[in-house]
């Protein structure tokens, strides 16, 4: 069965740096774009990127310039590298399949 299993959020400072992984098993990982979401408490869920079978990637403006997706294909795992981290960035962070699948979240937490 498709299984997506985030990891890397934890609590960091205003103006630091966490990646977020996301380990996916159950389908053929390089046959599917990928997204990462998320949610801060009292608001919808967002889109924050996305990257293509080709590797082609889009992101929100509100991290653009900060956040990079990325993917390793031969190790069914996607990656979403956070630079400068604000507190408007706190939320539980979503790996996503396409437009069905999702993972259990990761909490990201910015404050100092």
């Known amino acids: 069965q498709v299984q997506l299993v985030e990891s890397g959020g934890g609590l960091v400072q205003p103006g630091g740096s966490l990646r977020l992984s996301c380990a996916a098993s159950?389908?053929?990982?390089?046959?599917?774009?990928m997204s990462w979401y998320r949610q801060a408490p009292g608001k919808d869920r967002e889109l924050v990127a996305t990257?293509?079978?080709?590797?082609?990637?889009n992101y929100a403006r509100s991290v653009k310039g900060r956040f990079t997706i990325s993917r390793i294909n031969a190790q069914n795992t996607v990656y979403l590298q956070m630079n400068s981290l604000q507190p408007e960035d706190t939320a539980v962070y979503y790996c996503r399949r396409s437009l069905d699948y999702w993972g259990q979240g990761t909490q990201v937490t910015v404050s100092s």
């Open positions: 990257i293509s079978v080709g590797g082609g990637t």
């Open positions: 159950g389908f053929a990982f390089g046959s599917y774009g």
